[in-house]
């Protein structure tokens, strides 16, 4: 059975950092593209971040490129989302997604989702 359970979400103020888990179980980050979603109050859900296990491309959302990093430990089965200088707009909860399926990054459609870890800026 397929998992994603993140954690590490929290409260933090502007300019903060947080780092996000979703550790994996059921298959393997070698062979399923996997990344970060987020959805505010009243706005639609939006990818944040993706990984291509095929190629080990990268993608990121305008609004987050040069402050937050995404990174997988295969050995853990487990991804990262490294969120430095936090903004208010920011806040969201964000889960974790995952498809076997590589164009999930460019078309934003996991066929997995994690529970989700709620992230808070404010001061």
């Known amino acids: 059975q397929l998992q994603l359970v993140e954690s590490g979400g929290g409260l933090v103020q502007p300019g903060g950092s947080l780092r996000l888990s979703c550790a994996a179980s059921?298959?393997?980050?070698?062979?399923?593209?996997i990344g970060w979603f987020r959805q505010a109050p009243g706005k639609e859900r939006e990818g944040v971040s993706c990984?291509?296990?095929?190629?080990?491309?990268?993608y990121y959302t305008d609004s987050v490129k040069g402050r937050f990093t995404i990174s997988a430990d295969n050995a853990k089965n487990t991804v990262y989302l490294q969120m430095n200088s936090l903004k208010p707009e920011d806040t969201a909860v964000y889960y974790c997604?995952?498809?076997?399926?590589?164009?999930?990054?460019?078309?934003?459609?996991?066929?997995?989702w994690g529970q989700g870890t709620q992230v808070t800026v404010s001061s």
């Open positions: 059921g298959f393997t980050l070698d062979y399923y593209a």
């Open positions: 997604a995952a498809d076997i399926d590589q164009a999930m990054c460019a078309l934003w459609d996991p066929g997995y």
């Open positions: 990984i291509s296990s095929s190629d080990d491309s990268i």
